[in-house]
């Protein structure tokens, strides 16, 4: 059974960082695309990026390109969402999800899920 756990949320000011982690189990994930969506209060969670697990390609929502970076070790089995130059519309619940298909906005696995919180 897939097992993701995030890790890395936190209060940070507008202008600011925040890694998340988020660390999979449960299987071999060379096949999946992993990746990680978020849900503001009021709002449909919506995609903000995905890597392929195997060859590190990647996508970006057009709200985050330029200032959020997703990335995997595969040694660790854990992927991560560097985000950079914080915004307070970055305020969310983010989720980190799997998909055995290796799809792009779709996923099938899903974690608990880290709040970021950015203040103006």
């Known amino acids: 059974q897939v097992q993701l756990v995030e890790s890395g949320g936190g209060l940070v000011q507008a202008g600011g960082s925040l890694r998340l982690s988020c660390a999979a189990s449960g299987r071999t994930f060379s096949s999946y695309s992993m990746g990680w969506f978020r849900q503001a209060p009021g709002k449909e969670r919506e995609f903000v990026a995905t890597?392929?697990?195997?060859?590190?390609?990647?996508w970006y929502a057009d709200s985050v390109k330029g200032r959020f970076t997703i990335s995997r070790d595969n040694a660790k089995n854990t992927v991560y969402l560097q985000m950079n130059s914080l915004k307070p519309e970055d305020t969310a619940i983010y989720y980190c999800?799997?998909?055995?298909?290796?799809?792009?906005?779709?996923?099938?696995?899903w974690g608990q899920g880290t709040q970021v919180t950015v203040s103006s």
């Open positions: 999800s799997a998909d055995p298909l290796g799809r792009i906005y779709t996923h099938k696995h």
């Open positions: 890597i392929k697990w195997s060859g590190g390609s990647t």
